[in-house]
């Protein structure tokens, strides 16, 4: 088939090779977000996939809105079979649906319907899944509610990030996608309407979202930082300033060292913060302003006083009474 792919981090390029690689079938163009500032200069560059597209040679369409009559009408000419997506990052309109003969296919990284929107694996660690995975459907004008062709499972690891189970996902996803095109081709491959209960959402977490509740049970803590890594990455404050929290891990026992929740306490070697149930350890920090480093560096740096903590608006001053 003749495909425009669209996409634009990192995470959709496996699928872009996948397709390029495929025999069946040919990549005419690619659509993107349009290119963005970034770094201290605020240098435009292209996203991953207009890179790795202009790599190929594949014409790269990098439209403000889908909507805009120049890109549709670019569409038209190329006249694609199917355009398959991946995190692509603009909502599609029915004018820009109603193009290819069997429509735009999207690769979203849940078992459908749990999970719909645009952050499944974060919301998927958070909630502790021991399961995800991942699903082609039909891209209709609803949040990710259309027909589905496929899925994949994957086992969700005890010690996963986000970036860790996405990556994963990704390789693992590019297959399903490239095998949904080969079925939507030859004609064996129906999508199937996706049941009414399990529904569940995944909007986008912000800064705000990530920072860390002590309160919170020490498993949530742990699922809460290794859901936002590596972004938009957990944190909290210390001393005013705010902390970033890399790598934490539930530490049972060791609920014989008493601490309030956010409260630290500091050995030689180890660093804890107290939760609302048992401590973490904190394993890897990045202060404000500086490089990623071990906690135990870091409380060695700061020198903790007896009963610092973390998380309060006057975080870092000890508790009295």
């Known amino acids: 088939m003749k495909l425009v792919f669209a996409g634009t981090p990192e995470v959709a390029v496996p699928a872009l090779d996948a397709l390029i690689a495929s025999e069946r079938h040919e990549v005419a163009a690619v659509v993107t977000r349009p290119d963005a500032p970034s770094g201290r200069g605020r240098r435009l560059v292209a996203s991953p996939v207009a890179q790795r597209a202009e790599e190929e040679g594949i014409e790269v369409l990098r439209p403000a809105r889908p909507r805009d009559e120049d890109f549709l009408a670019r569409l038209r000419e190329i006249?694609?079979?199917?355009?398959?997506?991946?995190?692509?990052?603009?909502?599609?309109?029915?004018?820009?649906?109603?193009?290819?003969?069997h429509g735009w296919v999207n690769l979203h990284f849940s078992l459908l319907p749990a999970w719909r929107g645009a952050a499944p694996v974060q919301h998927s660690v958070?909630?502790?899944?021991?399961?995800?995975?991942?699903?082609?459907?039909?891209?209709?004008?609803?949040?990710?509610?259309?027909?589905?062709?496929?899925?994949?499972?994957?086992?969700?690891?005890?010690?996963?990030?986000?970036?860790?189970?996405?990556?994963?996902?990704?390789?693992?996803?590019?297959?399903?996608?490239?095998?949904?095109?080969?079925?939507?081709?030859?004609?064996?491959?129906?999508?199937?309407?996706?049941?009414?209960?399990?529904?569940?959402?995944?909007?986008?977490?912000?800064?705000?979202?990530?920072?860390?509740d002590w309160d919170a049970p020490a498993m949530r803590?742990?699922?809460?930082?290794?859901?936002?890594?590596?972004?938009?990455?957990?944190?909290?404050?210390?001393?005013?300033?705010?902390?970033?929290?890399?790598?934490?891990?539930?530490?049972?026992?060791?609920?014989?060292?008493?601490?309030?929740?956010?409260v630290l306490g500091a050995g030689k070697n180890n660093v804890y913060a107290g939760t609302g149930s048992h401590p973490v350890e904190l394993l890897w920090v990045q202060p404000q302003g500086k490089k990623p480093m071990r906690a135990a560096d870091w409380a060695r740096g700061v020198r903790i006083a007896r009963g610092e903590r973390l998380g309060a608006p006057d975080a870092g001053r000890p508790d009295v009474g």
Do not use: H
């Open 79 to 101: 006249a694609p079979d199917c355009c398959p997506v991946v995190a692509y990052g603009a909502l599609l309109p029915r004018v820009a649906l109603d193009v290819p003969l």
């Open 221 to 262: 803590v742990d699922r809460v930082v290794r859901a936002c890594t590596p972004a938009p990455g957990a944190w909290s404050v210390f001393r005013g300033e705010r902390l970033k929290l890399i790598q934490v891990a539930p530490a049972p026992a060791l609920t014989e060292l008493g601490l309030a929740p956010g």
């Open 126 to 212: 958070m909630a502790g899944d021991e399961v995800t995975g991942a699903s082609t459907f039909q891209i209709e004008e609803g949040l990710d509610s259309g027909p589905v062709y496929g899925v994949i499972t994957e086992d969700v690891r005890p010690t996963d990030t986000s970036g860790d189970l996405l990556t994963r996902l990704a390789f693992a996803g590019s297959g399903l996608l490239v095998a949904t095109m080969d079925g939507i081709e030859d004609g064996t491959l129906k999508p199937v309407v996706q049941p009414a209960e399990g529904i569940t959402l995944a909007p986008k977490i912000n800064v705000e979202d990530a920072q860390v």
